[in-house]
């Protein structure tokens, strides 16, 4: 009753009785002994009390319940205002078409189910289906938005009732999906059911003040206040600067300096902060190679300018294009030629493909990814570099955001065969990839059990996908790489890793592209990968 | 009777004029949404100073695109057994396009007597494989639950329409008409050039019982996936790959955009300003 049999209608019965009881029984195995299946932690009993959870007795949002009645139904009308405005072309510029799209163009073959890596890794779990919470939402749409709709969705079929417990489901339902948009690459009629989720996620945000607070909070909220997602300041980001100038010096035999608000350089490298305070060596890795290649850069110590995150792409259209003006604010400042957007996935998708639709006049300042010009510094011979110093297995994650939703494929795959001499591919890899699991938030989003879902259904494929590819070197004596990068996706491959222990049990390590590029390089002093985990 | 079926027949191809005409409408005056695009292998992100580039040629991409519905190649790449009755239907369609094409231009350029009996043929073969793979399709959606878990009782209802569509077609040629092209192309001059209007109110059971399904099939076409599809396809050849370059019409939307109000009300938003006034206003947040 609770698992694969789970109906539509079933998403407004009862109050607290979960949808689903996950169960770890249920979820694919792995190829190893690393499958621990440890079942998801049950929320507290003080959770239970307070919290909705009545979708899967997981809660990623932490929703409150409403104190009593008048409550419940003011925000079942705030949800149906919202569902209005998003179904408007005024309120929803900004997506109102692909979402009325494939809102009214699903044909019901359920091509997109097998792509869903949460889906089939939860072992076919109705309710994780890609199509559910669209068909969920188009349900209410003909029932309570359309002219005539309460007796038009009797022929239909199964009635969905607008209540509480509905909105409360579908909030939690719409972070049951990574936004990796697999679903839509395999969707015959071009039917983007991440994009309903996403939009979802929106309503949510834009209507009624419901986020994770991760992404909004102590995301969106506080990159704008002080300047970044994890609470640094400038006068931090100065300190961190001179302690990498350092290290730099240490490794490379001599001083290295990173240019900060230099005005009139020829590039702005916006990195996601992560890569300062967890990933030093991903931003020290970049400075030696661009003091290599003698290139005019910069980096910002601007409010925002020193992350290019943009958690706005994963649930707020205001947060998003607040953030992307930003940038470019910065950038126009600095009279710099060229945004040049780092390791980081949702930032090439927001500033090179969203914000082409956002940023006008002195704002639309050229932008490109770093990979194209990395792949011309190495495939050209640019710099010096001995691929023997790479002499061990490496693999190559492809971050949705920059593979799937923005078309760079081929150049990192290109600098990995010149100086990777171990270099394997994932299956499926580049277009095809399967999401690390902590894509659209994912990666940042740790409270109560949420973390427990993630590693086990939202990561379980790239965790399977990692150990398969490394099947063939599994001696625990030999160190393997997986090259991510992205700034999410190698936050959730450590912690992947470290839940499954895989670094103990099969010596495997994670880092970005240029670690990897600079370790091949001749001029420096000692290796410049250093195997420690961060 | 007869009179019902006339007024329902030409009733219906009016609505689906103005019912496709209001819906056309409304997606091609639809603002310029955000790019939100897929990529299916290498993009222009791949060079540097891309914005430089020329997008793909609008040929190359309408190929892609012809091939895509023609061949439903994305059902052949992603779902093989539906693909199959899917196909047949569609190819079947096609060949039903070519048919009535074929039957109106020769109805009236050429001697009744003139027209060819084979051209019969293409009739056949294409409600032949339009029923089987039509029949298919209804037998696949309600035996197998993957195609079926949300497939709404009323979309039934659509299948069994068409059927009749195909059924009715093929029997009118074959018994009314005897399956004499000759006869069957002098009754099409007769109706496109309106010369019989006794005939009009008072149509043979044959003709008229296909006539009348196919009403009820243009009263749904408006609401069909074909016209979503044409959108999907107009906007990807229109403006996907497209950049926004300074003085260009998309420079000119995205303008428009930010004018427009924000109306949303949670609290990080102050509603009742315009777009660009609200993305640069962060001090209260």
């Known amino acids: 009753m609770k698992t694969k049999k789970t109906k539509v209608s079933d998403i407004s019965r009862g109050r607290d009785e979960p949808l689903l009881e996950i169960s770890s029984q249920d979820w694919i195995p792995l190829p190893c002994t690393t499958d621990q299946s440890v079942p998801i932690r049950p929320l507290t009993d ?16 932490g929703i409150p319940k409403p104190k009593n009645k008048a409550e419940e139904e003011k925000l079942v009308q705030g949800f149906l205002n919202g569902l209005r405005r998003l179904l408007s072309q005024d309120d929803n510029w900004t997506f109102w078409e692909p979402l009325v799209y494939s809102l009214e163009s699903c044909v019901r073959c359920q091509t997109c189910s097998d792509s869903c890596p949460i889906y089939i890794s939860s072992g076919k779990q109705e309710i994780y289906r890609p199509t559910y919470r669209g068909e969920v939402l188009q349900r209410i749409i003909n029932k309570y938005i ?75 909220i506080l990159q704008l206040r002080k300047g970044s997602t994890t609470g640094m300041t ?96 910065i950038a126009k400042h600095l009279k710099v030629g060229k945004i040049l957007i780092g390791e980081c996935g949702h930032a090439h998708k927001a500033l090179l493909v969203l914000a082409d639709r956002l940023l006008t006049g002195e ?66 890899h580049g277009v095809d990839n399967y999401c690390c699991g902590g894509g659209s938030g994912f990666a940042i989003m740790s409270s109560r059990n949420f973390p427990d879902w993630k590693m086990n259904i939202a990561g379980r494929m790239k965790f399977k996908q990692i150990l398969e590819t490394f099947q063939d070197v599994g001696d625990p004596d030999t160190r393997k790489y997986v090259c991510a990068p992205c700034s999410n996706c190698k936050g959730q491959i450590r912690d992947l890793l470290s839940y499954y222990g895989a670094r103990e049990k099969y010596n495997v390590f994670y880092g970005g592209l240029t670690e990897l590029i600079a370790n091949a390089m001749v001029d420096l002093e000692r290796p410049f990968i250093e195997w420690e985990w961060h | ?79 093989r057994s ?55 399709i209804v037998i696949k959606r309600a035996v197998d639950r993957e195609l079926n878990v949300y497939y709404g009782r009323i979309h039934y209802v659509k ?22 092209v000759p006869q069957l192309v002098r009754y099409v001059n007769t109706q496109v050039t309106f010369q019989n209007l006794e005939l009009k109110l008072h149509p043979a059971l044959g003709p008229a019982s296909h006539v009348f399904f196919v009403s009820f099939w243009l009263l749904y076409l408006p609401f069909s996936h074909v016209l979503r599809l044409f959108f999907r396809y107009y906007q990807y050849l229109r403006w996907d790959g497209v950049p926004n370059t300074s003085g260009s019409t998309i420079e000119e939307k995205v303008t ?23 993305i640069r206003d962060t001090e209260d947040l």
């Open chain 1, 46 to 61: 003080e959770q239970r009390k307070q919290l909705e959870h009545s979708l899967d007795d997981v809660s990623a949002l």
């Open chain 1, 146 to 220: 359309k002219k005539g709709g309460r007796i038009s969705s009797k022929l239909y079929g199964e009635e969905i009732d607008l209540n509480w417990p509905t909105v409360a489901r579908l909030a939690e339902l719409a972070y049951r999906c990574t936004l990796c948009r697999r679903c839509a690459q395999a969707c015959p009629m071009g039917v983007d059911n991440a994009l309903i989720s996403r939009e979802i996620r929106k309503l949510f945000s834009q209507e009624l003040g419901i986020a994770p607070q991760e992404l909004h909070g102590s995301g969106t």
């Open chain 1, 234 to 329: 400038p006068v931090a980001l100065r300190d961190n600067i001179e302690f990498l100038e350092e290290d730099i010096a240490e490794i490379a035999g001599r001083r290295i300096e990173i240019p900060l608000d230099k005005e009139g350089a020829d590039f702005l490298l916006l990195h996601n902060a992560g890569e300062f305070l967890s990933w030093p060596e991903n931003t020290e890795a970049f400075a030696i190679i661009f003091d290599a290649l003698g290139i005019s850069w910069t980096l910002s110590s601007d409010l925002g300018g020193y992350d290019v995150g943009n958690y706005g792409v994963w649930y707020d259209d205001v947060q998003l294009a607040r953030i992307a003006v930003r940038h470019a604010e």
């Open chain 1, 363 to 428: 704002l639309n300042i050229p932008r490109e990814s770093a990979i194209p010009l990395l792949e011309d510094a190495v495939c050209n011979g640019r710099i010096k570099l001995d691929p023997s110093r790479n002499d061990f297995p490496v693999t190559l994650h492809d971050p949705c955001n920059m593979v799937r939703l923005t078309g760079i494929v081929e150049p990192q795959r290109r600098i990995l065969r010149k100086i990777c001499p171990q270099f394997r591919e994932m299956e499926p």
């Open chain 2, 1 to 79: 009777m007869g009179g019902t079926v006339l007024v329902l027949f030409y009733g219906s191809i009016l609505f689906c004029i103005v019912a496709s005409a209001v819906r056309i409408a409304k997606y091609l005056t639809a603002p310029l949404h955000l790019r939100w695009e897929l990529y299916r292998g290498s993009s222009v992100y791949e060079l540097r100073d891309w914005w430089q580039k020329s997008p793909r040629r609008l040929g190359e991409r309408l190929a892609g695109v012809i091939l895509d519905v023609l061949l439903l190649r994305e059902f052949y790449r992603r779902n």
């Open chain 2, 82 to 136: 539906f693909w199959y009755f899917l196909f047949l239907f569609h190819l079947g369609l096609y060949l039903l396009f070519v048919w009535h094409l074929w039957l109106f231009i020769t109805a009236v350029t050429i001697p009744f007597e003139a027209a060819w009996d084979g051209g019969l043929v293409f009739g056949h073969i294409g409600t032949a494989l339009s029923f089987i793979g039509g029949s298919g």
């Open chain 2, 159 to 180: 299948w069994v329409l068409i059927l009749l569509i195909l059924a009715g077609g093929f029997l009118a040629v074959v018994f009314h008409f005897d399956s004499d």
């Open chain 2, 256 to 278: 428009e955009n930010l004018d427009r109000p924000v109306s949303w009300s949670a609290p990080h938003i102050k509603p009742g300003k315009a777009w660009r006034e609200v």
